[in-house]
T-cell receptor
Framework: KNQVEQSPQSLIILEGKNCTLQ??????????LRWYKQDTGRGPVSLTI?????NTKSNGRYTATLDADTKQSSLHITASQLSDSASYIC????????????FGKGTTLSVSS | DTGVSQNPRHKITKRGQNVTFRCDPI?????LYWYRQTLGQGPEFLTY????????KSRLLSDRFSAERPKGSFSTLEIQRTEQGDSAMYLC?????????????FGEGSRLTVL
């Protein structure tokens, strides 16, 4: 069964600190992996999208890594800001027609001052 | 173009009433998706359109739910005889080409509360 598991479920860090969120998946055949940021009460916004051949991609203070062999991805946030407080959702796409996007439940990050 | 637009943003209704949500996708995007999201969960796929054709529906989409995209532009999602379990955020997304390979853009969502 295609699944995406994220950890931790929630995380609290101090402003300025770094953190890493994890995503493990069992999706086959794999097409790509995305990370979305979702502020409370808003729609998800894309941070990165990586294909099988890419093992790292950055978007400002956000860096995503992908290990297609172990089927793991991480999202590293550097020098966190209060505005980073949000839910971060890992989404894996399977190589098939239609909608084939499998969403994780997200990690809720709270950045405090 | 300002992205995917959804309205209303919030809707409170009594059990048994009908509600309708509207989604205006990014203008050149031919694919449109509806998702439902409850608290603490990721979005769950409901249905998707390529142009005006509804190509896929989830088993989550009961007979009380109907979606249309009459001219291949905006879409509506109607829920008839609402139940408390329908309370959720309803997200619309659009893409140019297959979402499995391309970028998927979400709207801000329509939050439904059924009393």
């Amino acid at each position: 069964k295609n699944q995406v598991e994220q950890s931790p479920q929630s995380l609290i860090i101090l402003e300025g600190k770094n953190c890493t969120l994890q995503c493990n998946y069992t999706v086959s055949p794999f097409s790509n992996l995305r990370w979305y940021k979702q502020d409370t009460g808003r729609g998800p916004v894309s941070l990165t999208i990586m294909t099988f051949s890419e093992n790292t991609k950055s978007n400002g203070r956000y860096t995503a890594t992908l290990d297609a062999d172990t089927k793991q991805s991480s999202l590293h946030i550097t020098a966190s800001q209060l505005s980073d407080s949000a839910s971060y959702i890992c989404v894996v796409s399977a190589e098939q027609a239609g909608t084939a996007l499998i969403f994780g439940k997200g990690t809720t990050l709270s950045v405090s001052s | 173009d300002t992205g995917v637009s959804q309205n209303p943003r919030h809707k409170i209704t009594k059990r048994g009433q009908n509600v309708t949500f509207r989604c205006d996708p990014i203008s050149e995007h031919n694919r449109l998706y509806w998702y439902r999201q409850t608290l603490g969960q990721g979005p769950e796929f409901l249905t998707y359109f390529q142009n005006e054709a509804q190509l896929e529906k989830s088993r989550l989409l009961s007979d009380r739910f109907s979606a249309e995209r009459p001219k291949g532009s905006f879409s509506t999602l109607e829920i008839q005889r609402t139940e408390q379990g329908d309370s959720a955020m309803y997200l619309c997304a659009s893409s140019l080409g297959a979402a499995s390979t391309g970028e998927l853009f979400f709207g801000e969502g329509s939050r439904l509360t059924v009393l």
